[in-house]
């Protein structure tokens, strides 16, 4: 007697041999395997975080604006040793300083630079021409500031793109000097007590934008 058949001859579902019926409980008996996801990201530690770490318990008047920097900053110090270093400070971060920073401590300056007050207000009144960099010491260090080691002029005329003008008596240092002496007079960087140590083309890797790159060492 032949098996029950369906619609067209075929054979019925239910009528399926012992062969076709073992294939099916093989194929159910497999265990898919979970699909694998990747363990999460650990939480990067915040500025404040690494500020309040490393000061153990004792005051940080730079915790106090590290809302402001934190944008801006390279990395973390590694220890209460280290400095953490910051770059393309726009004129609105510029301006918060300002208003934030005790003003005993915009009197500070990196070596012969212009203070911090000086290159923070040419940023913060021209903030689509002037960027400001520099480094940040960590407390619990006596030395604690906030350091301003130069500034970014953007669309201002001189030499052409990858040009370097080195202070001192090497090449182009007359340039330099040049370019130096229109760029204290346009922004008021008055309270220098000499000209940077370098003078570069730079264009800055977020925005795109060419510039000269003035650094005080």
Known sequence: MHGARGRGGRPHPSA???ARRRRFRTLAGVTTPAPTTRPPEPRRETLAECWTRLAAGRPSWTLD?????????LGRPADARDVVRYRDLPGAAAAQLL???PPARLADRQNAAPSLASVLTAAARHPNL???????????R???????EGIVVHDHPGPGAGTCLDAGDGPGAEEGAALWARVQA???LDDARGGPQVVRRRTC?????AGWYLWWT
């Open 205 to 209: 890797p977020r925005t795109g934008r």
């Open 65 to 73: 604006v590290l809302d402001v920097l934190e944008p801006h900053v």
């Open 16 to 18: 399926a041999g012992p």
């Open 142 to 148: 006596e030395d604690e500031r906030i350091a301003a």
């Open 186 to 188: 346009r922004f008021g």
């Open 130 to 140: 002037v960027e400001v960099h520099g480094y940040l010491v960590p407390p619990p």
């Open 99 to 101: 208003r934030r920073v």
